[in-house]
């Protein structure tokens, strides 16, 4: 393997730790279903490829236009689900997805089915990023959102978000907006989406509709579910994990969304706590209880307690 493949690789698997982790948040940590959230993924992508293109903006510019605008319309998303829950949640979050790439896909403005082209990569002082720096830039952004997320987690909306998941009507009668939180919730997510999208366009330099089908919703979802909804290191390491199955899979290639289909069912059914989650599996056998107790337990031993 050469130093150029190694690197596309791994700017992949930065970018869908990001998803992963923007996913995390309106699952994870709300608790709300989406199913089509390649379709953010999408929206930023086409966002600061257009913003770039003709209205001229940098790339540092276009990046947190791009995550504003994916967060806007990700806020739209949060008022539909406060009247839908469950199921109909995830028909919904299924249907944006393909209306959105619809969308893409039968307007000139977003290029039709040919998609857009002749994206550029970001200058640094004048300089054209290379591949290398650009993995650089792609881990840096996972960090922020990795950080992002650990702050929101220690949060009082972190908190709030919990309690929505645990137990919404209960949320409800203590006195918590949850129509606020879970609005909140996916803007977060959907603007760490677009986030992704944009330095998947500007690392691919050419984007199609079919690079935000739902399909991509699956996968990010698959890397939640297996890594460990609810935590920052089981997207993470979700993500690690099945960015490489499609190199070990390449003969099954037709059929790795019936893989990951499977994978999931497998998952909630057997282990839905995931690989990396609290009280996996995993973790029990490395520290012989779930991962908090293991800390907590270390802490009051030296006289602290979190």
Known sequence: MGLGYLTTIGTFVGIYIILTLSLNIISGYAGQISLGHAAFFGIGAYTSALLTLKAGFSFWLALPAAMIIAGFIGAGVGIISLRIKGDFLAVTTIGINFVIVTVFEYSDFFGGA?????IQYPM???????????????????????????????????????????DEDAAEASGLNCAKFKIIAFAMGCAFAGLGGVLYAHFMRFITPNDFTFPVSITIVAMMVVGGMGTIRGPILGALLMAALPELLRPLANYRLLFYGGLIV?????????LFGENAFIIKKLFGQNLRAAFSKRNRAGGEEI
């Open 124 to 166: 640094l002082f004048g300089l054209k990023i290379s591949k290398f720096y650009y993995l650089m830039l792609v881990f840096f952004f996972v960090v922020v959102t990795a950080f992002f997320c650990f702050l929101i987690s220690k949060s009082w909306i972190g908190l709030a978000l919990e309690t929505i998941r645990e």
């Open 114 to 118: 040919y998609g857009i082209m002749g």
């Open 266 to 274: 497998f998952m909630t059914r057997f282990q839905p706590q995931g």
